[in-house]
């Protein structure tokens, strides 16, 4: 038996690429939507106002943009607004009303720091009821008032410093410290 002889396959013929043009769909000669008649008259455009004359527009000014500051005279009594805001803090700390309500008393990183800190060991402690004692005031300035305040909660006390400053007609926190 004679052994079996391997052949060379055979060659593959060369591959071709042939472009095949995509199908379109037919020409039409009439249009998809008659704008105009034939025979009748263009029909006049649609009155559009342009924009106002130059000399109506008026220019606010920068400082109308943004919080403005206010003055002693535009502003309620710091010692009320104080006497909330640490109220508030300390209540929302506590876990007793939600940290929203402070929201409108503070400034955006007062805010912050309050909702994405870590609550005082005092904030655990039993179901004592909050005094907040007498609060002192100090305007050092006209529309910057400092506010000092001791918090009584189970038997212990709390010091609590703020700085409000007026904008926009109330009082805003800027600073405080919870101790």
Known sequence: MTAPTRTAPAARPALRVAVVPTPQPPLE???ALRLVHPGRPTPRPAYRPGP??????AVAPADEFGPVR???SELPPAAQAGHR???????????????THVRDLTS????AALC?????AW?????????????RVCEPVDGVAEVSAVAHRGGRAHAVAARLEGVD????CTVLQIG
């Open 70 to 72: 206010s003055t002693r």
């Open 29 to 31: 000669e009439r249009p």
């Open 116 to 120: 994405g800190g870590r609550r005082p």
């Open 85 to 99: 805001l640490v109220r508030t803090a300390l209540e929302a700390l506590a876990g007793r009303r939600p940290l």
């Open 123 to 135: 904030c655990a402690e039993g179901s004592a009821p909050l005094v907040v004692g007498r609060i």
């Open 52 to 57: 106002p004359p130059r000399e109506t527009l």
């Open 169 to 172: 007609g109330r009082w805003r």
């Open 108 to 111: 955006p990183g007062i805010y």
